[in-house]
């Protein structure tokens, strides 16, 4: 409680300091880390159509966005992971999910094959700990014509709590039985093996510079550090790539509820690559400041039709185009004190 | 003042701890060895031992060679020389933590795994300390890291406490026939090791609460093992992983009580050493 009262005195001095300056509409929000590149682009290109209105976003964490949008000290909140039950009843009106672009978590690796491609039970048998050579029989049997050496596999997965590791033993606890029993899925797991690293960068870090090492990164940052990614048997049977069209095609094989909130990992759909995840916006359905609440709307809005558009060049993907009619239908039953926004 | 913000920390790290505490019983969570979020089993020895082991053995590696460091300076070169010296031991106390870790992990880290764990394995491996696979990353890379980042602390406290020493004192040793290491061994030593113990202290508190350096390179497993080799996990690292990530009264509420436990660890250590301090006595005694 006294950490809230904190927490709105500091924002109120940052809204203070920022809106004086411009005299301009300002609209905060916190949260996710994971689409910050992509949100900033937003809203600087919103900001250029929209001069009138500024974003103040703070990426300080899933957990974070929650707790702030929950106590109303920001306008929207943003989380990589879908609210819980619980975490739902704690805040004050009804939240609504919107979900804004898509990304998924690669499996990369240091070896001298060329490629890699892995099971399912293959993953899960490593992230147990129960097979520990790369040249082990389950591996093997998906790789013919691959070289794999006859040495240890070394583990290396994220230290700080993360969506990456949320969606990651999302996607473990689905297909092996074992993981979902004895680790779990969530943002910090207690691993069977190996060593932790801090952030994207202290996962490539280890993986580049210890021979045999396996490790999980998002897609964008594997892309944008060129890493090896291994492919993955998908529910289909299929090995897919990790790409931006096989994440877009993940939510395109799972049935989509009126709230969002569900998993697209391990996706039924043909093309599908496994390990992928929406991330979303957190607004209440019902704003209760008639300037800002029309105006994130919108912004909304913009961001699920001209905001797509900007996705890919930052490596992320943009949202299939039945999911982006459904989210239409949800921002229109959105409300400003009880009456409809005028889109 | 100092009273006053050390009270509202340690009072407002309780208040967040109160769920866990409540689920968890605070004894169970001072002797726990699981870490667990998702069952909500939280305990915080692996933590403990992890910080207490790398700062130890930072302290080990680094009390020596900041003393030798201190007494070269003072008792063995010309005046004019010491800038030369303790200019660039100062300049390493300024550099950033997160700077020591990047090179921990590229530069100590592969010359671990590649020469110092192979030779140790192969000359002291009877050892339970020096067994098991060589990774590099772990306690003694944690340990190591902390070593030099505790060094320039130590140096100069010891140099200045060393400075305390009556130049009388020193003569009068000289004038009795007494060699240069006979003045260092009998008089220099005698004369300041409380100021000497307390610089060592000094640096062992600034090990205690290091966290980027050693969260880069300690491996951040939360396991109990003798070996140094292996990897483990420090209290303040712990806490900066997952604090903002925390979901849930009772995570959140066990990460503010592992802040809890390194207060108090910080605290029994100072304690015990201010003890050792006054039993050792000594007239050249610094403000700790």
């Known amino acids: 409680m006294k950490k809230g009262k904190i927490t709105v005195a500091a924002l109120a001095l940052a809204a203070g300091v920022a809106s004086s300056a411009a005299g301009a509409l300002l609209i905060t929000g916190a949260g996710a880390t994971f689409p910050y590149p992509i949100y900033s682009k937003w809203f600087s290109e919103y900001n250029k159509l929209k001069p009138e209105l500024q974003f103040n976003y703070q990426s300080i964490g899933s957990g974070g966005g929650i707790q702030q949008i929950t106590n109303k000290t920001v306008d929207f909140g943003a989380s990589d992971a879908p609210m819980t039950d619980a975490e739902l009843d704690k805040a004050p009106g009804a939240l609504q999910h919107i979900p804004t672009v898509l990304g998924s978590v690669v499996v990369t690796y240091n070896g001298p094959m060329p490629s890699l491609k892995l099971s399912p039970e293959a993953l899960a048998g490593i992230f147990l700990g129960k097979i520990t050579k790369w040249n082990d029989a389950a591996i093997a049997a998906d790789n013919a014509g691959v070289t794999l050496p006859d040495a240890p596999i070394a583990v290396v997965r994220r230290s700080d709590g993360s969506g990456t590791t949320a969606v990651f033993t999302d996607y473990l606890a689905k297909v092996s039985d074992e993981w979902k029993t004895k680790v779990g899925a969530g943002k910090s797991v207690s691993w069977p093996v190996g060593l932790g690293a801090k952030g994207n960068e202290g996962v490539t870090g280890l993986v580049k510079q210890m021979p045999g090492a396996i490790g999980y990164v998002e897609l964008a940052y594997a892309n944008q550090n060129k890493l090896p990614k291994a492919a993955i048997k998908n529910a289909a049977g299929k090995f897919v790539d990790p790409s931006i069209e096989a994440t877009s095609a993940a939510a395109a094989g799972v049935e989509i509820p009126a709230d969002y909130r569900v998993s697209i990992t391990n996706s039924k759909a043909e093309n599908a690559y496994p390990i992928a995840s929406f991330t979303y916006l957190l607004v209440y359905k019902d704003q209760g400041d008639a300037e800002k609440g029309a105006a994130l709307v919108n912004f909304l809005w913009w961001a699920i039709h001209d905001g797509q558009k900007m996705a890919q060049a930052l490596d992320y993907a943009p949202l299939p185009a039945a999911v982006v009619t459904k989210v239409e239908a949800t921002l229109k039953a959105l409300t400003v004190n009880g009456k409809p926004v005028a889109l | ?288």
């Open chain 2, 1 to 288: 003042m100092v009273l006053v913000v050390g009270g509202l920390i340690v009072w407002s790290l309780a208040d967040l701890a109160v769920p866990a505490a409540r689920s968890l019983g605070f004894f169970r969570f001072l002797v726990g060895r699981e870490w667990d979020p998702i069952a909500e089993r939280f305990g915080a020895l692996p933590f403990i031992y992890g910080t207490v082991v790398t700062s130890v053995l930072a302290s080990v590696l680094a009390m020596p060679v900041g003393v030798a460091l201190a007494l070269f300076v003072s008792d063995m070169i010309p005046a004019r020389f010491r800038s030369w010296i303790s200019f660039p031991i100062e300049t390493l106390a300024s550099i950033p933590s997160v700077v020591f870790g990047l090179w921990g992990l590229f530069v100590l880290v592969p010359v671990l795994r590649g020469h110092v764990q192979p030779f140790l394995a192969k000359t002291l491996g009877f050892l339970p300390l020096f067994q098991g696979p060589p990774i590099g990353l772990g306690l003694m890379a944690g340990g190591v890291i902390l070593a030099i980042m505790i060094l320039p602390t130590i140096a100069s406290v010891t140099l200045e406490v060393l400075k305390t020493v009556p130049l009388t004192l020193r003569e009068g040793a000289l004038a009795l026939g007494a060699t240069r290491w006979e003045v260092i061994r009998m008089v220099v030593l005698p004369y300041s090791r409380a100021g000497i113990l307390g610089a060592g202290l000094l640096g062992l508190g600034r090990a205690l609460g290091e966290t980027m350096a050693v969260t880069m390179l300690i491996g951040n497993s939360p396991e109990i093992r003798a070996s140094l080799f292996a990897p483990g996990y420090s209290l303040p690292a712990v806490i900066a992983n997952e604090f903002a990530e925390a979901t849930g009264a009772i995570h959140m509420g066990a990460l503010a009580g592992l802040g809890l436990v390194l207060f108090g660890t910080t605290l029994l250590l100072n304690s015990l050493a201010r003890l050792l301090m006054s039993a050792v006595g000594g007239a050249g005694r610094v403000a700790v």
